[in-house]
């Protein structure tokens, strides 16, 4: 899956396979642990990859306080350095 309207290191290619696409990984998997998503995909891109905005948030399971109070990962992994904005129309 990739962020949708973000351009993210590969970390699954062997020929992409990088110091930092690892890093991004285990950014992820930190962010996401005991977290509740909420995943909105758009449709796939042309590696067949689905995009996607992924919310998520640690303290309540109830939508509205996710979306409201919880975290986008599209903009965490920016802020992290891990991805830039991708303004190419995807949609």
Known sequence: ??????????????ELD???????????????????????TR??????RFLAYVYYYKESKNFEDIIRKGKLL???LIKAGFAKRYDKKIV
Do not use: H, W
Request: no cysteine.
């Open 18 to 40: 990088t110091k930092k696409g690892k890093d991004a990984t285990a950014f992820i998997e930190k962010e996401l642990k005991d977290a509740n998503l909420i995943v909105e």
């Open 43 to 48: 449709k796939k891109e042309k590696y067949g």
């Open 1 to 14: 899956m990739g962020a949708l309207g973000r351009q993210l290191p590969n970390s699954t290619r062997p």
């Open 74 to 76: 599209n903009d965490e």
